[in-house]
């Protein structure tokens, strides 16, 4: 009974992969090989029963740490997942006014950019959720991008009664967010009941864990002795430490992160 | 006995369901949306509730009092949600967003919305996904324009729980008798448009008062903290103990199986249950409920919130849209009906517009008939038939959608009685349906008046065609106009005619002439005209006639229908040619017309045309010349106008008799 909620989020987010794999083709998912996009898989296998009817995209900088890069790849196998690796641009040819962490989280962006040019992608899902960020906080489930890929905030369409907007112009695309009202502690739950694989680095060793995942010169373990799920959503009923906080991109300044996402940034 | 069980099994459902609400609320989320006019501190309230409840993140509140001192204000709690740079410059919320926090237990998700009437579809966004609401009017103020219409949208997206805070009480000295003014002003608003709101609180956003604790200004207050009413709330849940609807929003196929994949909107789902299917009237049994992994244990029901996928037991016509019931409760089936609507779009609804309408995953068009009331939400006054509805307006208005949609009043049945509409892939506007006046429109099965007795003919069908030497039957040619029904079902009848049969054809526009001339395009006149030629070629073929009709016949259900008038004798001829072809033969003008938009409910254009399944026989007109075409279907006629052994026996009784009479 206690996971009750659990069975509401997991239809709910049924519910938004079946729509768009319904009206929006082609479609394409963002894998980090994070958490939350492992979820995200496993709910599209639950979808679609047992295959996972679109590409799954990884936006690649060559800086993910190694366990990021054999998990991937024993999830490809084992899941049967159709993999597209795009590579990022390097990070010399960033903004240089943008500040170092900013610019490194950038090449992202511009990745995503060169995929949607070329692969032509009207949906693209991704596992963001509204309690990461407070400008995630106010996203929609289908969120409409411009021919930049940036995200027009103060004109979102109206989303009521699970009715999405499916459609957009020629050149523009579709971010799909499954996870959107899901909370890092509801993830880690339904990981633990439906025991879905999660790279080994978000366990405690040496005191320390990752509790999000990121490129390696931005990204930073937490101090931590939770060394299994039970032991995560232990510490985190009771941390008030924000999980982005080991994510230099967020805290550079007021604005920095409004600055990424409306500039096209997951 | 059998209603006394179901009676029962009605209230275990609901007892069941309480004890569940009960279990639930210390397990499930509740979402709570915050509403009221511009400034009146809805975002405060928020900041409040989440620092007094120890749930903000680390460093949030320092982060807050650096962007407030950045802009020189005093500590600005809004900034905690409103995080977009131009809200912060502004101090205006622009878009709904959400926060959880737990507190005793209770998981809670406040749903912030802004309070500027230009945000009003930001606010229904965040509304349309709350189980309860805060309404917040500030003491200086009182009740104001957004604090109406918010109310009253409440009210339209079905909140009832609602809890009323009197804010900023600071800043008139928590004065009890300004407090009493705007309580009873706004409990009286609530009333005439049916919220009873459980609380009224007086508080202090700014200094915490009455919202987690009673703080030490508000003494005179009996009631209990805001937090408190919030306790008492309960998530809403999926409408288990109504009838069953399963939308198909999908269909899988695979080699081995085809799965209908969708959502439980309400009842409950079991395998074994016969369905029926709407609009088409179809029915089947329900095989399966699959899932992922397979697990040990088989599914064998799905309760109202789930999403499943199941199997049935035939082939029958599924596609996203139908609606999936048992057969006895299944939903209403209208292409008119009223609506209780907000307009969001910067263009005025018009009569006469047409606009894509989505009512669950069935998406058609409609077109506004009439706007039989618009309503001011600040006096609730009304004005009959306007010409319009302009942006952030309410108004009653009437839809004629162009097919058949199956659907349930609102008040029947919440998840099934409500719509969005569409302009430009967007949604700009949404509201709930009622019946009045209107009449449920699934066809009769049965005969109307239950005082019909069939009398026996004295003489069978089977002496009628013994003379003739060949048998009777419905040859019914279906294909989009132009496809070339009408001039092979004329050329057919003279070859037929010539060679000897009694032979007829029922043509379209023919018998809209005079049988239906009474029918116009609309579905339901469709559906009608169709039934009507279906009955009367029954009769053609049991005298023993070759009745060859010509008729669009755009729908399976309808075709379906009149196979059933002759179940024995009716052929379906599909006359086969491309949307392209027909569109450029246009013999009648028609397809001009109807891409002018002269013509509404066009097949093909406007209007669906449903390809036969499995037709008895296919007549490609795109590939082959009229003469081939032409025999081909005289060759299918006369090889099923052959009589049987039987009627061959009596055949030779007959010209027997006729024999004796001559001489």
């Known amino acids: 009974m206690t996971d009750r909620y659990l069975d509401d989020l997991e239809a709910q987010s049924i519910y938004i992969l079946r729509e768009a794999f319904s009206q929006i083709k082609p479609l394409g998912m963002l894998w980090s090989v994070g958490k939350d996009s492992n979820a995200l898989l496993w709910l599209a296998q639950k979808a679609f029963y047992g295959k996972v009817p679109f590409p799954v995209i990884q936006l690649d900088t060559d800086m993910e740490l190694q366990e990021v890069y054999d998990f991937r790849d024993r999830m490809v196998k084992e899941w049967s997942l159709d993999l597209k690796i795009e590579k990022c641009p390097p990070e010399e040819e960033m903004d240089s006014t943008l500040s170092p962490a900013t610019r490194a989280a950038t090449r992202k962006t511009e990745g995503l950019r060169n995929l949607l040019r070329d692969s032509k992608y009207k949906g693209i899902i991704l596992g963001i959720r509204r309690d990461e960020q407070s400008m995630r906080a106010k996203e929609r489930v289908f969120s409409p991008r411009g021919l930049d890929g940036n995200w027009d905030f103060k004109n979102q369409p109206t989303e009521i009664w699970d009715q999405y907007k499916t459609e957009c112009p020629d050149g523009c695309h579709i971010r799909i967010h499954p996870l959107l009202a899901w909370t890092e502690i509801d993830i880690w739950r339904y990981t633990k009941r439906e025991q879905i694989p999660v790279v080994p680095l978000y366990f405690s ?62 | 006995m059998k209603v006394k069980t179901a009676l029962k099994y009605y209230e275990l459902v609901v007892t069941c369901e309480d004890k569940i609400m009960k279990d639930r609320q210390l397990y499930e989320k509740l979402r709570i949306v915050i509403v009221g006019h511009v400034d009146h501190g809805k975002s405060t309230l928020i900041g409040r509730l989440l620092y007094d409840t120890n749930s903000l993140p680390d460093g949030s509140f320092e982060g807050m009092e650096k962007a407030s001192k950045k802009r020189g204000d005093v500590m600005e709690w809004s900034f905690l949600l409103d995080s977009f740079q131009a809200e912060r410059d502004q101090a205006v919320t622009i878009d709904t967003t959400q926060i959880n926090f737990t507190h005793n237990n209770h998981k809670y998700v406040i749903i912030d919305s802004p309070g500027h009437t ?381 060679k000897g049969y009694q032979t007829y054809v029922l043509d379209g526009d023919n018998v809209r002439h005079g049988l239906n001339a009474d029918l116009g395009f609309s579905p339901e006149d469709r559906a009608e005209n169709i039934r009507r030629v279906g009955e009367v070629s029954s009769l053609m073929a049991s005298a023993g006639i070759i009745c060859i009709t010509a008729f669009i016949s755009p729908y399976r259900s309808d075709r379906n229908r009149a196979r059933e008038s002759s179940p024995n004798h009716f052929h379906e001829i599909a006359i086969s040619a491309s949307l392209h072809t027909c569109e450029e033969r246009d013999s009648k003008g028609l397809y001009k017309k109807a891409r002018k938009g002269e013509i509404t409910d066009f097949t093909g254009i406007s209007s669906p045309y449903e390809v036969p399944e499995n037709p008895d026989l296919t007549i490609n007109t795109e590939v082959n010349n009229i003469e081939t075409c032409v025999s081909q279907i005289v060759a299918y006629i006369e090889n099923n106008i052959k009589l049987t052994t039987e009627e061959l026996d009596l055949a030779g009784l007959e010209n027997l008799e006729e024999k004796i009479r001559v001489h």
């Open chain 2, 118 to 498: 230009e945000f009003l579809r930001n606010m229904i966004s965040g509304a349309a996904q709350a189980d309860a609401a805060i309404l917040v009017v500030d003491a200086d103020e009182g009740v104001q324009e957004q604090t109406k219409r918010h109310a009253y949208l409440l009210s339209m997206l079905g909140l009832r729980q609602v809890a009323v805070v009197i804010n900023k009480m600071d800043n008139v000295d928590y004065d009890i008798k300004i407090y009493e003014k705007i309580a009873s002003d706004v409990a009286s608003f609530l009333k005439s448009i049916n919220i009873r709101p459980t609380k009224i609180v007086p508080i202090s956003a700014r200094n915490g008062d009455m919202i987690v604790t009673r703080g030490d200004h508000l003494d005179w207050y009996e009631g209990r903290p805001l937090l408190d009413v919030l306790e008492g709330f309960d998530p809403s849940r999926p409408p288990i103990a109504r009838d069953m609807r399963f939308p198909v929003q999908d269909v899988y196929r695979s080699e081995e199986k085809r799965v209908i994949v969708g959502r439980v909107e309400s009842g409950i789902v079991r395998t074994g249950s016969k369905i029926l299917l709407s609009p088409t009237n179809e029915d089947a049994t329900i095989v399966s409920i699959e899932k992922w992994p397979k697990g040990k244990i088989e599914k064998v029901e799905a309760k109202a919130g789930e999403c499943i996928g199941i199997t049935l037991d035939k082939p029958v016509f599924v596609e996203r849209g139908h609606v999936i019931s048992l057969p006895k409760t299944p939903p209403m089936l209208s292409n008119v009906f009223r609506v209780h609507l907000f307009w969001l779009s910067k263009k005025p609804l018009k009569v006469g517009d047409v606009y894509k309408i989505s009512l669950s995953t069935f998406k058609c068009f409609a077109t506004v008939q009439s706007i039989d009331r618009g309503i001011d939400t600040n006096d609730l006054s009304f004005q009959e038939k306007a010409e319009q509805v302009g942006r952030n307006q309410v108004a009653e208005v009437t839809l004629r959608t162009h097919d058949m949609i199956a659907l349930d009043p609102y008040e029947n049945n919440y998840k099934m009685g409500r719509i969005v509409l569409y302009d430009a892939g967007e949604v700009c506007g949404g509201g709930t349906i009622s019946m009045e006046d209107y009449a449920d429109q699934r066809r009769l099965q049965k005969p109307k008046s239950e005082n019909i007795q069939k009398v026996d003919h004295l003489m069978s069908y089977s002496r009628r065609v013994a003379r003739n030497g060949y048998g009777g039957g419905v040859f019914w040619l279906t294909g989009l106009s132009g496809s070339g029904k009408s001039t092979l079902a004329m050329e057919v009848e003279r070859i037929l005619f010539d």
């Open chain 1, 205 to 266: 060793q040496n005191g320390k864990r990752y509790r999000s995942l990121g490129e390696k010169n931005i990204t930073f373990p937490i101090e931590s002795m939770a060394s299994n799920i039970d032991e995560i959503i232990a510490e985190l009923e009771i941390t008030k430490t924000s999980e982005r906080s080991g994510r230099s991109m967020d805290h550079e300044s007021e604005d920095s992160f409004e600055i990424l996402r409306t500039g096209g940034y997951m």
